[in-house]
């Protein structure tokens, strides 16, 4: 044991008071056992070399002595690697020793460490799911794990960096902050969704709001610089972010409410656009809920043409006009969009026009999302007349855009022939009894269809029912072509018509 | 109704497969007949389920058990469309609320948009009738300055604060109007508000009963086909039991029946077990007995086994002993033959060095022996340039030498000679002719006449045919030819000339170009040059060969029935050498026109022959000039061979005749001659003896007239003198000598 000591000794130089520590002891003590206690930190090589050998002595001592003596236990001294471990555990912050154990006191030291370990030590040293799964559930309440990929680890990253944008206060809080944790998250965070961005404290303008709230508006444009946090040197750092999920705005403000919180000024707007031009691994971007208006859309739209992978836009609630859907438009065929989502926009019906002329060549857009919008009829025969060409989107929304008759008759000619479509929505529409009539004509030759929804759209109730009807028989027939080709399958077509409309 | 009715048919099926498991034949059974009865059943079982899938209704009527089964499937159906419906119109319900607030607010946004254009309206008109009524008290303003009474103007005034005060009242009202209807709207709001909260309420509480109605229904009919379940189940149950009882008991028979069987058998067993075992009691004593000889018999045998194995292992170690020492020996041996063998190892590795260091050595010499050879062979040219040069200068020196004793010996002849001639013509009165000897011509050493090159030949022969022709019959009788032992000039050249045109291909075409602008017989002379280069004629020998050869063939060819041409190759070529070992004597006999008769005798001889012999070259066809050249090209070659020591031997000149001729020189006055100048030696020289003394004589004589014109020239002087004037006596009174 005495040569294991000096071994340890010598091996372990980084630590010297530690070290010295165990000279001065091990001078005392001849005795085997003696210099184990005081000894785990210079640990090293201890758990690895001694290892064999203790459990070789074990296994002779522990026979004899239950030749022996049978009521000797060996619960009175613990085990040196237990000792070692507890050690470990104890000055992991100073000495973090994972890699080099073996993987059963790797997975005793991760069950026993703190999660209020600083991340500088944990971040890139950690990857046990278990460890990350107590530090999330002891920071926040509700996790939701299937959200960030099923990794608790990337949860914990996501979440608090999420956090950190959130309480960030440009020009007060140390921008450091953010910045110090770009190297510790980088490989981790795949999404960022940040739902209130907040402004520059600006103690001065308090008062004034106060006093007259009328020019509150004009103190805006004499003072606009309340520049959101830049997202630039972040995304950048992010070499895996796939998705960022935005809405410049504050969350309770409660009777603080000023309507400069809710400014996406074009300084946050071409940063913005500049930062997600130059992230290549985005794929999904959504800006909701940010007053983005024509002008804002357009630049942000222009920035992402040609983007290698994005699938996904998102820019709905927001205050875009006929000028940013025909910008939206021009993005459809100019990048790889699979999803665009402008519900509850200020879309009229040159806007979709534009729209349709995109999507009638279009061959990577699945669903087009046009909600509370005001397309009426001038766009929604247009988008039925595109639909006829199109083969390849599955889902329209159409819900809440003053349509009327003339669509819906464009639209079951459409039905007839399209075979892509699986989901139409024309809710809170006026299409009338005699249009209810035709889509229901138009479904009849339809074998695709799966939903269709035509609440509160003045369609008569029989002619609702026996679309409903014909919807349930291709749901059927849809279920049964899944099943035949293979029984696995079976399950998650089953279930899909019916989690889908949830 | 359709998919329960599917699922009864898997159902039943299994069921009925169940029942005829268990009563009828199985498909794991022992008896093959049996497994095929089951497997056909199974099919046609199967085949039956398919018809009544196929069927569907006709499934209704069937067992019990089968209703049973469809009974929860029914169950299950019914509730399940129990709760779709239940849960369409709970969600139909909820969301009733949103559609209500939703067309609400609608209503309320069209009756928000009338109010809205109505108030604007209202505001436009106040707007009008104020600025109207605002216009007019600013016009009056106007009117009241113009005023000059005080009462006017107060009054005025008056209507003027009456006027505006009805303004303000206006203007009041209306505010107080919109105030009043921002309060209505403030209460609305109000209730709206509440409204929401209640409809909030509501949907929560709509939502909650939602959940609790959905809950409930969900457990009842859980219940409903739980219990439907149980029944089943019970019923199943109950069968199942009865069937189990059944069978129970059937097995309970079957078990008595084979304990029974059993119990026979076992006593039946213990007898035969009973006379088994006496049986082979004394089978067992019997072969006991025996097997107990058997023993002592291969106890004894074992003991003889053992005395000779005991033999064996003294015999065997006294060999292992030999053996060892044996071994010990011949590693002794061994390690001698080792050694020995190390040892040759050793002397034949020296050996190897020894004889490598002698190759090398014996190379290193051989190296140095070619060097010292090569250095030899070079000392031997360089000595034999030298030799050659030193023969040269030797030969020079020798015919140097030779030159200046000839003369001097010619000298010595002449002066002989002349002598002789003096002697003869002056002293013996003989007519004298000069003696004629060849070597008395011979200048320079005596050597064999260089033989002239072909070419050297014809050109000489052109340039004398050329003569000839100019000169014609004159010379030709004569016709001194130095080659034509046999053959006539103009047949060689006639020969030649047929050579140089018809063998023209073995000239070279650059030459023929060249030769274009010369002369004909240049022309000639320089192609036959070329065609004898060609055919390796070079010596006049050569030549003549050709010519011989081609008369030959010729003759050969033409007249194989004329008579035999006596002359074969061999006399030909015996003349032929004979002709050039003379030449050179024939041209000087020729050049001092003093022939010797013998040589003449042979030229005559020798054209005679050359008359005889005139085949003419016309009758050679030129088409066979080529066979005759192939055909001396072939000859030609052998005798090339022989050549070579000839002309090594022709520098060692020949001495022999050196002395002949020196003797001859020395000889060249005969002894009679000799003898004949002795005997007038002594004649002239007592001749001369008389002639001395006359001559003595002779000049004593004249010394004593001399003597005596002295003395008498003195006398005439005495006498002149004029002291004989003087003189009484003159003396030449006295002495009368007729002086004069």
Redesign the interface.
């Known amino acids: 044991m005495q040569d294991t000591v000096t071994t340890s000794a010598l091996l372990d130089p980084s630590h010297s008071s530690v070290s010295t520590q165990d000279k001065s002891s091990t001078g005392g003590h001849t005795s085997s056992t003696g210099p184990q206690p005081s000894k785990p930190s210079s640990i090293t090589p201890v758990p690895a070399k001694s290892r064999n050998p203790n459990s070789g002595a074990n296994f002779h001592r522990m026979r004899r002595i239950i030749a022996e003596d049978p009521e000797w236990s060996l619960a009175i001294v613990p085990l040196l690697t237990e000792l070692c471990i507890q050690h470990i555990i104890k000055n992991f912050q100073r000495n973090p020793i994972l890699k080099q154990l073996l993987p059963e006191h790797q997975q005793k030291v991760l069950n026993h460490l703190s999660p209020d370990l600083p991340l500088t030590v944990t971040a890139n040293l950690i990857d046990d799911e278990n460890y990350w799964l107590r530090c999330c559930m002891q920071r926040w309440p509700v996790c939701h794990v299937a959200e960030h990929g099923g990794s608790w680890k990337r949860m914990f990253f996501e979440r608090h960096l999420e956090n950190l944008l959130k309480h960030f206060i440009p020009g007060t809080t140390d921008p450091a902050v953010i910045l110090d944790l770009l190297p510790l998250c980088r490989n981790y965070v795949r999404r960022v969704h940040v739902d209130q961005f907040l402004p520059p404290v600006r103690l001065p303008a308090q008062p004034q709001a106060g006093d007259q709230s009328d020019s509150g508006s004009e103190g805006e444009m004499e003072e606009p610089a309340v520049d959101h946090y830049q997202l630039g040197d972040l995304v950048a750092g992010l070499s895996h972010l796939e998705e960022l999920d935005l809405a410049y705005g504050v969350k309770d403000c409660g009777m603080n409410f000023e309507w400069n919180l809710f400014l996406f000024t074009y300084r946050d707007c071409h940063s913005l656009a500049a930062t997600i031009k130059a992230c290549h691994t985005l794929k999904i971007f959504k800006l909701t809920q940010s007053k983005v208006d024509d002008e804002k859309a357009r630049i942000i739209i222009r920035s992402l043409l040609d983007h290698p992978v994005l699938e996904e836009l998102d820019l709905s609630h927001n205050l875009i006009g006929d000028r940013g859907a025909r910008g939206a438009a021009k993005l459809l065929n100019h990048s790889r969009l699979r999803v665009l989502n402008l519900a509850n926009n200020q879309v009229r019906g040159p806007g979709a026009q534009s729209l349709a002329h995109a999507l009638a060549h279009n061959t990577n857009l699945v669903s087009l999302n046009l909600r509370l919008n005001c397309i009426e009829d001038e766009g929604g025969q247009a988008l039925a007349h595109a639909l006829q060409t199109n083969k390849c989107l599955t889902t329209l929304h159409l819900g809440g855009n003053e349509l009327s008759e003339p669509t819906a008759t464009l639209l079951s000619q459409v039905l007839a022939i399209n075979t892509t479509l699986t989901s139409i929505n024309l809710s809170c529409n006026h299409i009338g009894l005699d249009g209810g009539k035709q889509l229901l004509e138009g479904m009849s030759d339809n074998k695709t269809l799966l939903e269709f929804d035509l609440r509160l759209s003045d369609v008569a109730q029989e002619s609702e029912y026996l679309i409903g009807q014909a919807l349930y028989a291709n749901r059927e027939a849809a279920r049964q072509r899944a099943l035949n080709p293979s029984h696995f399958m079976s399950t998650i077509t089953a279930s899909g018509p019916e989690n889908s409309v949830g | 109704m359709?998919?329960p009715g599917s699922l009864e048919g898997l159902e039943p099926k299994v069921d009925e497969h169940l029942s005829t498991q268990i009563l009828e034949p199985s498909v794991h059974s022992d008896n093959p007949q049996e497994r095929i009865q089951a497997r056909r059943l199974r099919i046609a079982a199967r085949l039956e389920a398919r018809r009544r899938e196929a069927l569907g209704e006709y499934l209704d009527g069937k067992k019990e058990s089968e209703e049973d089964q469809s009974k929860s499937y029914k169950q299950k159906e019914e509730s399940?469309l129990k709760?779709?419906k239940l849960?369409?119109c709970?969600?139909?319900l909820?969301?009733?609320i949103q559609?209500?607030i939703?067309?609400r607010?609608?209503h309320r946004?069209v009756e928000e948009e009338d109010v809205k254009r109505q108030r604007i309206e209202k505001l436009e008109n106040e707007v009008k009738t104020s600025q109207d009524k605002f216009d007019e008290i600013t016009s009056k303003w106007q009117e009241g300055k113009q005023k000059r009474i005080p009462q006017d103007l107060w009054e005025m005034l008056n209507t003027q604060q009456l006027h505006c005060a009805g303004l303000l009242e206006d203007k009041n009202k209306l505010i107080s109007e919109l105030q009043q209807e921002l309060k209505t709207k403030d209460d609305q709001y109000v209730k709206d508000l509440k409204k929401q909260s209640d409809d909030i309420c509501l949907l929560l509480e709509r939502m909650e009963e939602q959940v609790k109605n959905v809950m409930k229904t969900f457990r009842e009919e859980l219940y409903h086909i739980e219990k439907a379940f149980e029944v089943e189940r019970q019923e199943l149950l109950a069968s199942n039991r009865k069937k189990w009882e059944r069978a129970l008991q059937a097995h309970n028979a079957k078990e008595l029946e084979y304990l029974n069987n059993r119990i026979k058998k076992v006593e039946d067993y213990e007898k035969q077990l009973n006379k088994q075992r006496i049986w082979d009691c004394e089978e067992y004593n019997m072969i006991k007995i025996k097997l107990e000889q058997d023993v002592q018999i291969l106890e004894q045998q074992l003991q003889q086994r053992k005395a000779v194995y005991l033999l064996n292992q003294e015999k065997l170690e006294y060999n292992l002993q030999v053996l060892k020492k044996r071994d010990e020996e011949s590693t002794v041996i061994k390690s001698q033959q080792k050694r020995k063998i190390n040892r040759l190892h050793d002397t034949l590795n020296n050996l190897r060095s020894k004889y490598a260091k002698q190759i090398k050595q014996f190379q290193e010499e051989n190296q140095s022996l070619t060097l010292e050879y090569k250095r030899l062979v070079m000392q031997f040219k360089e000595l034999q340039k030298a030799m050659r040069h030193f023969a040269l200068i030797d030969d020079e020196k020798f015919r140097e030498i030779w030159l200046m004793n000839e003369e001097e010996a010619k000298d010595l002849i002449a002066r002989g000679f002349d002598v002789d001639r003096i002697i003869h013509t002056h002293h013996l009165g003989l007519p004298w002719t000069a003696p004629d000897f060849w070597f008395l011509k011979n200048v320079g050493p005596i050597s064999q006449q260089p033989q002239k090159s072909a070419t050297q030949i014809v050109e000489e022969m052109l340039l004398r045919t050329e003569e000839e022709e100019a000169e014609e019959a004159a010379s030709e009788s004569e016709s001194y030819l130095d080659l034509p032992k046999q053959i006539s000039e103009k047949t060689t050249k006639r020969i030649l000339m047929l050579l140089c045109d018809e063998s023209g291909f073995l000239i070279e075409s650059k030459l023929l170009s060249l030769l274009l602008p010369l002369e004909q017989s240049e022309c000639q002379l320089l192609r036959l040059d070329a065609i004898f280069s060609a055919l390796g004629i070079e010596s006049e020998d050569d030549l003549y060969k050709l010519v011989n050869f081609f008369l030959q063939y010729r003759a050969h060819h033409l007249s194989s029935s004329l008579q035999s041409k006596p002359c074969s190759q061999a006399s030909v070529e015996e003349l032929s050498v004979e002709g050039t070992s003379m030449e050179s004597e024939l041209e000087l006999a020729e050049r001092t026109e003093m022939e010797g008769e013998k040589e003449e005798s042979l030229v005559e001889e020798e054209k005679e022959e050359e008359e005889e012999t005139p085949p003419s070259p016309w009758v050679i066809h030129p088409n066979d000039v080529l066979k005759i050249l192939e055909a001396f090209v072939m000859g030609l070659k052998k005798p090339r061979d022989s050549r070579a020591p000839l002309r090594a031997r022709k520098s060692v000149r020949s001495d022999s005749k050196d002395s002949e001729y020196w003797q001859a020189l020395s000889t060249v006055i005969p002894p009679s001659r000799l003898n004949l100048w002795d005997a007038l030696y002594t004649a002239l020289e007592k001749y001369h003896l008389v002639l001395t003394q006359r001559a003595k004589l002779l000049l004593e004589n004249n010394s004593l007239e001399q003597q005596n014109t002295e003395l008498q020239a003195l006398l005439q002087q005495y006498l002149t003198s004029k002291i004989n004037s003087e003189l009484q006596v003159p003396p030449t009174r006295v002495l009368r000598i007729p002086t004069k």
């Open positions: 359709n998919s399940r709760l779709a849960l369409l709970g969600t139909e909820v969301t009733n559609v209500a939703d067309i607010e609608i946004r």
